[in-house]
């Protein structure tokens, strides 16, 4: 890692990536967009973020994964050089965070967790502000503006002022805000936090078209579906320590009770859940909303035994599958394996 970081400060390079409706420049090799060697941030006694090690690829979306509290804004605020780490270093686009933070700024935009739009300001007038901190000329920021609000379907709402809009409009502001510069990287804290079913889509749409066009995105969430849709890979954090990295479904690779069978009844009797646990190879049986799941080294054993059991009982199946292990799985697990103190994985 420390060879990651040197590297990443000798071959610093600023080329900013274009947008938007795919007009990105594509660097032609992918290196290291983010990297952080024993990154730490202590509030007094709290060790917020705990040594934590990271290394992003340029176009990469990279998940932050971990329960509230864990850490996740901490780093974020750290990687963009709003709070100062209490040790380690980290570097963003080559620039050492701490060394050099106007350089490193000039290469990302972040989204807070909380909205950093004006609510005097229309929408309009919120997005032309955000082209002026960058020092964009008039024409371009009218043109990216525009640009911008058909990107994140505000077109209809450009003269609202930033108060007088919902949760929903105003993140997609917000994001429409920080993509005005066209940063090489970007930070999203939370992103799906409050939005709804559309909304998510559209931003987790968003994201993906971003980083196919070169961008990096970093984001942070304690959405396990998120991290598994949206992620190349993820990183997951407990009490500010990276237990487990890597692409969502190699982690679901990792998790011992690797498969189940969910069954879904029409029936709801107190004498099931024994039912179900006395089935041969399950190995534990969980209730998860309307249905039963069965974890079994064997699902064939199950889905057999299973059959049976329906067959004897009079039971009427609504629905039965089979399932790997889910990025949830892996979550509690390692969660859980951290609490009992066991250490990163
Ligand atoms: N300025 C601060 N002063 C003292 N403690 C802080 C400060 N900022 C964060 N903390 C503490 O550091 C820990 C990590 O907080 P952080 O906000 O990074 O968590 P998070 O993973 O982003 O959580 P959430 O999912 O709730 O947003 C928490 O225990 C929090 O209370
Ligand atoms: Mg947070």
Redesign the pocket.
């Known amino acids: 890692m420390l060879d990651e970081v040197g590297r990443m400060l000798s071959s610093s390079h600023t080329s900013p990536t274009g947008l938007p409706h795919g007009a990105v420049t594509v660097e032609a090799s992918r290196t290291t967009a983010i990297a952080a060697e024993g990154l730490t941030?202590r509030?007094?006694d709290?060790v917020?973020?705990d040594h934590i090690d990271l290394r992003v690829k340029e176009g990469e979306v990279f998940g932050f994964l971990?329960?509230?509290?864990?850490?996740?804004?901490?780093?974020i605020?750290m990687l963009t050089t709003l709070t100062p780490p209490s040790g380690g270093r980290a570097c963003v686009a080559g620039h050492d965070v701490m060394m050099d933070p106007l350089n490193a700024k000039r290469n990302f935009a972040v989204v807070p967790?909380t909205s950093n739009a004006y609510d005097e300001l229309t929408v309009w007038g919120n997005l032309m502000f955000a082209g002026e901190l960058h020092a964009m000329p008039r024409s371009r920021r009218e043109a990216v503006a525009e640009d911008m609000l058909g990107l994140l379907a505000l077109t209809e709402h450009r003269q609202k002022r930033g108060g007088h809009l919902s949760k929903g409009l105003k993140r997609r502001l917000v994001l429409a805000m920080a993509l005005m510069s066209s940063p090489r990287i970007l930070f999203l804290?939370?992103p799906s936090s409050g939005l709804d079913v559309d909304s998510t889509r559209m931003l987790r749409e968003l994201v993906r078209r971003l980083a196919s066009g070169g961008m990096t995105v970093f984001l942070?969430t304690?959405n396990i579906e998120e991290a598994n849709r949206v992620c190349d890979r993820v990183a997951i954090?407990v009490r500010?320590r990276i237990v487990a990295t890597g692409a969502p479904e190699e982690l679901r690779m990792t998790v011992d009770a690797s498969r189940s069978v969910e069954v879904a009844l029409r029936e709801d009797r107190p004498s099931m859940e024994g039912a179900l646990s006395a089935l041969p190879s399950v190995t534990q049986v969980r209730r998860e909303g309307d249905k039963w799941r069965l974890f079994t080294p064997s699902p064939p054993e199950v889905l057999d035994a299973l059959a049976g059991l329906i067959h004897d009982e009079g039971l009427h199946p609504v629905s039965i599958n089979t399932l790997g292990p889910s990025l949830e799985d892996v979550f509690v697990a390692l969660t859980r394996e951290d609490a009992r103190g066991g250490g990163p994985a």
């Open positions: 941030k509030f007094g709290l917020a973020v971990g329960p509230n509290g864990a850490g996740k804004t901490t780093t605020r967790e804290d939370e942070t304690h954090i500010g």
